[in-house]
Structure formats: structure tokens, C-alpha cells
């Protein structure tokens, strides 16, 4: 079962441009958290928010919180080649991992 | 420091044959994870160890062992390995309980099942 389901599922922007992408999960979290994968490599931890808080910001990245949807989003500004990368959203009891957006920026 | 290091990297096995993922994290860390990732899919967690000593079962635990052999080392045991099981394996570790902590990564152990 998917805790978190994440939108679009591929994304495909130009260099400098903003990405956007969106995560809506099922049950009560106490915190949701984004990671990045690489190709061939493991996923990275990007940012953690609190079930407390609405919005939270590392570098260029941007995440909001909204409990009551039980939606999340996560803005990468400026976008980099170095961005291309699948952005997967967990939360719950288990850390349950959603299927991931696929990111394409283009230089 | 090298963080969450899994061996192999890669691996054919046939159906039937036994074996095992290697897993070790350097972070001190007092909990560790076996997922596995198939094409398409988010991570799906097989078995996790919260502390030394304890393990409990995922969300797609049939088929698979583990052992957490010390506070470093968490392993994954194939007993009669399935085509069903090709998939991509990945180890995590986190300081703290499961869903309140970053969790660190290995790269991954590719596994393919003839």
C-alpha cells in the first residue's frame, strides 16, 4: 500500500525554470519527508516537516505542508541540469515511500 | 566515512539458490531497513530493525530473512530465491525510530532471479 502518491509522475522543464511537484497521502502523519534518487544510486533525504508545520525551507528547495488535504508539495527554484533526479515523498508509521516524479531539466 | 555500504552490488542467482545481502553503516545509527524497489515503484519496506537485537516484519516480508548481526550490520537472507524477487535491494539506517528520522541510504544491490 502507498502512503504517499506523488504528481506528475514525470516532469520536464528547462534549466532556471521552477519545478513543482505534489504528494498526497492517506493516513495521519507525524511528519512527511522528500528524498531525491538518483539513476543507479540510493535515495538522498532532502527535507523533513512536522505535521505542526505548513512550510519549510533548505536552499533552493521549498516545502509545504497542508494536514487537512493531507497534500504536501516541493519547489526546486532555479532548476538545475544537476536537479534530473526522481523525487519521492514517505510518511506514516512506516515511512511508507510514494512511486516517485521523475524530473528532466534540460540545459 | 563511508555510510551505508552493501554488498554485493550486483548478483544472478537461479531460481532456488540461496543467498545473502550484506549491509553496514559506520553512522552509529541504532535502526536499519531492507526495501526493495521494482520498476515503476516507490520503496517498499521488507523487514526493519529498530535497535540492536530486535527486528520486525514490512509491508512484503514473504520470502526473506534477516539478521542484525551487531549495531552495525543488518543482513538480508534469500532462503529459495523466486523470479518474483528480481528487484532492486537497498539498506537504510537512521538514528531513531523509523518514521521520525532521515534515513540514509546504501546504493543499492541489484538482483536478478533466473
Known amino acids: 500500500s502507498q502512503q504517499g502518491e506523488e504528481d506528475p509522475q514525470a516532469l520536464s522543464i528547462q534549466e532556471g525554470e521552477n519545478a513543482t511537484m505534489n504528494c498526497s497521502y492517506k493516513t495521519s502523519i507525524n511528519n512527511l519527508q522528500w528524498y531525491r534518487q538518483n539513476s543507479g544510486r540510493g535515495l538522498v533525504h532532502l527535507i523533513l516537516i512536522r505535521s505542526n508545520e505548513r512550510e519549510k525551507h533548505s536552499g533552493r528547495l521549498r516545502v509545504t505542508l497542508d494536514t487537512s488535504k493531507k497534500s504536501s508539495s516541493l519547489l526546486i527554484t532555479a532548476s538545475r541540469a544537476a536537479d534530473t533526479a526522481s523525487y519521492f515523498c514517505?510518511?506514516?508509521?512506516?515511512?511508507?515511500f510514494g512511486e516517485g516524479t521523475q524530473l528532466t531539466v534540460n540545459p | 566515512n563511508a555510510g551505508v555500504t552493501q554488498t554485493p552490488k550486483f548478483q544472478v542467482l537461479k531460481t532456488g539458490q540461496s543467498m545473502t545481502l550484506q549491509c553496514a553503516q559506520d553512522m552509529n545509527h541504532n535502526s536499519m531497513y531492507w526495501y526493495r524497489q521494482d520498476p515503476g515503484m516507490g520503496l517498499r519496506l521488507i523487514y526493519y530493525s529498530a535497535s540492536e537485537g530486535t527486528t520486525d516484519k514490512g509491508e512484503v516480508p514473504n520470502g526473506y530473512n534477516v539478521s542484525r548481526l551487531n549495531k552495525r550490520e543488518f543482513s538480508l537472507r534469500l532462503e529459495s530465491a523466486a523470479p518474483s524477487q528480481t528487484s532492486v535491494y537497498f539498506c537504510?539506517?537512521?538514528?531513531?525510530?523509523?518514521?521520525?528520522?532521515?534515513?540514509?541510504f546504501g546504493d543499492g544491490t541489484r538482483l536478478s532471479i533466473l
Open positions: 514517505a510518511g506514516g508509521s512506516r515511512l511508507t
Open positions: 537504510a539506517s537512521s538514528v531513531g525510530p523509523i518514521s521520525n528520522q532521515p534515513q540514509h
